[in-house]
Nanobody, 115 residues
Framework: QVQLVESGGGLVQPGGSLRLSCAASGIIFSGYDMGWYRQGPGKQRELVAVITNGGRTIYADFVKGRFAISRDNAENTVYLQMVNLKPEDTAVYYC?????????WGRGTQVTVSS
């Protein structure tokens, strides 16, 4: 059974930082592209960042320079380091694992940026 479990969300003040983690099980992690997506209140889910199985990274324009995605294949975990958070970053953050036609999602972790 495939499981993706996100953690690390919470309430943070503007300008603060958070590190999200997504632990995967039930897949050969190193063979998957891993992504972070988010869905803000009243908005559609959108891409935040992707790291391919080869380590290439792709970022949405709105997070470049503030967020960094990384992966630890030994720990089957993908991370999203977020700095200089803004109120508009408030959303539920989801990770996914993609390999050709296989796509799995986690249940998400809430990030709230507010003073």
């Amino acid at each position: 059974q495939v499981q993706l479990v996100e953690s690390g969300g919470g309430l943070v003040q503007p300008g603060g930082s958070l590190r999200l983690s997504c632990a995967a099980s039930g897949i050969i992690f190193s063979g998957y592209d891993m992504g972070w997506y988010r869905q803000g209140p009243g908005k559609q889910r959108e891409l935040v960042a992707v790291i391919t199985n080869g380590g290439r990274t792709i970022y949405a324009d709105f997070v470049k320079g503030r967020f960094a995605i990384s992966r630890d294949n030994a720990e089957n975990t993908v991370y999203l380091q977020m700095v200089n958070l803004k109120p508009e970053d408030t959303a539920v953050y989801y990770c996914n694992a993609r390999q050709i036609s296989r796509l799995y999602w986690g249940r998400g972790t809430q990030v709230t940026v507010s003073s």
